[in-house]
């Protein structure tokens, strides 16, 4: 402190600037002190905003027709599979034939999901197929079987494999242009046989 009081006392300044000296010090010490205890004491945590998860976002509905035990429409969760939709409505029933689906593939929102009954064998009741009136020649493009439209005009086998294939990668057909969307059938070749299918 001797020190101090030797130092300030041989400082070549008046009075004067000593005291405005002092008082520089004082608001530098003073503000330097200021946010030194600032930032140590403890600030408002920053929280971030509370997550709130939709409820709606989480399911989808779809419908679920054709030979199931129990059409109708159903809530599932986000990423279900079409087996999981077809296990909602109780499952296929003896006389369905899901074979033309892709039960592996994973269902949107709003779409609807359809199980074919069986097109033949002696197993199933006539009360629970729908049969063709004699001496239709309409062949039903999402139930087909590769054999069946290799008898339509321009289709042969490789066309008849890529069609059903197709249709069990994206699910039935929704209207017969549909079948543009298959790899090697153009609008030429869907007009040999557009007026011998249904959907």
Do not use: C
Request: net charge positive.
């Amino acid at each position: 402190m001797e020190n101090i009081r030797n130092w300030w006392s041989h400082l070549h300044y008046s009075s004067t600037q000593k005291r405005s000296l002092l008082i520089v010090a004082g608001l530098i010490l003073a503000t330097s002190s200021f946010f030194i205890l600032r930032t140590s004491s403890p600030s408002e945590a920053i929280t971030p905003p509370a997550l709130t998860l939709d409820v709606a976002a989480v399911d989808i509905t779809v419908d679920v027709q054709g030979a199931v035990a129990k059409p109708g429409v159903y809530k599932l969760t986000i990423g279900s599979r079409v087996v999981d939709a077809i296990k909602a409505a109780g499952g296929v029933t003896k006389a369905g034939d899901p074979s033309d689906l892709n039960q592996a593939r994973i269902v949107a929102d709003g779409e609807q999901i359809y199980v074919y009954a069986k097109s033949g064998g002696t197993s199933v009741k006539k009360s629970t197929v729908k049969v063709k009136p004699q001496g239709s020649a309409f062949v039903l493009i999402n139930r087909a079987s590769a054999k069946e439209f290799e008898a339509l005009d321009g289709i042969g086998p490789v066309l008849a494999t890529r069609i059903v294939a197709f249709r069990k990668a994206n699910g039935p057909f929704a209207s017969i242009d549909d079948l543009l969307k298959v790899p090697g059938i153009g609008a030429g070749t869907l007009s040999k046989f557009k007026t011998k299918v249904r959907v």
